[in-house]
């Protein structure tokens, strides 16, 4: 158990449907992240929570809209995916934004296909 | 800017030798480095990390990388394979002195184990 939950673990959606994406954290940590990994690519920031104030936003289309309610609780939501949308989206979290002491746990993903 | 190039996506060792992966990295400033471990279907596990002080750092599961600044790598090593080791290997990069939550990752690099 790595302390990072992601829900589902594995999702198909059309491109004209909504879905959402949760991550959870049980480790007290002040920072959240959502990384995208594909094939042949190297992994890809995408949104960077701290204390639930939105640090960063990494040039990532509209149709993908995060929310984070609290402290330990992250969404990413879908909304009219493209095909080339399909990849594995990691959760991640850290006491606080990366610096000497502090270290980025992963959660296992969600595996997203757009079909 | 910060990049990291991990050399040879896919590297095949027999269970027992030395295991070698590569990671030369551009930054900057001193950056702080990781390198992190994705077993099948699941997220990203940290093996280990350079922030400050000595250059050979000690991970998990016997796994040791020592920062070479001259040359600018961050190399992965482990004296002897286990078949439990196979898995993709992660290189990353942090920008000394970012406040905001971004670690460069490299492209990976596969290890395979052979008995």
Redesign the interface.
């Known amino acids: 158990e790595?302390g990072?939950t992601?829900t589902p673990r594995h999702l198909v959606m059309g491109m004209t449907n909504k879905k959402s994406l949760k991550c959870e954290q049980h480790l007290g940590h002040n920072?959240m992240?959502w990384y995208k990994q594909s094939a042949?690519?190297?992994?890809e920031?995408m949104f960077?929570y701290?204390l639930e104030e939105r640090?960063?936003n990494?040039s990532v289309p509209s149709r993908f809209s995060p929310e984070c309610p609290n402290s330990s609780h992250l969404f990413l939501h879908l909304h009219t995916l493209q095909p080339e949308d399909s990849a594995l989206y990691?959760c991640?979290s850290?006491q606080d934004?990366?610096?000497?002491?502090n270290?980025?746990?992963?959660?296992?993903?969600s595996w997203l296909t757009v079909v | 800017a910060q990049s990291?190039t991990q050399l040879g996506s896919h590297v095949s060792v027999s269970e027992g030798a030395l295991v070698l992966l590569r990671c030369n990295y551009s930054s900057s400033v001193p950056p702080?480095l990781?390198w992190?471990v994705q077993y099948p279907?699941?997220?990203?596990?940290?093996l280990l990390?350079y922030?400050?002080g000595a250059t050979l750092v000690k991970g998990i599961n016997g796994f040791e990388a020592e920062f070479k600044k001259s040359e600018t790598s961050f190399h992965l090593t482990k004296p002897s394979a286990h078949m439990s080791d196979a898995a993709e290997y992660?290189c990353?990069v942090?920008r000394r002195g970012?406040?905001?939550?971004?670690?460069?990752?490299?492209?990976?690099t596969q290890l395979t184990v052979w008995p």
């Open positions: 790595t990072v992601q920072a992240y042949k690519k190297p992994l920031l960077v701290s640090v960063e990494n990691l991640a850290s934004l990366p610096g000497p002491g270290t980025i746990y992963f959660g296992e993903g | 990291v702080y990781f992190y279907n699941q997220g990203l596990q940290l990390k922030t400050t992660f990353a942090g970012s406040t905001l939550g971004r670690l460069y990752f490299g492209r990976g």
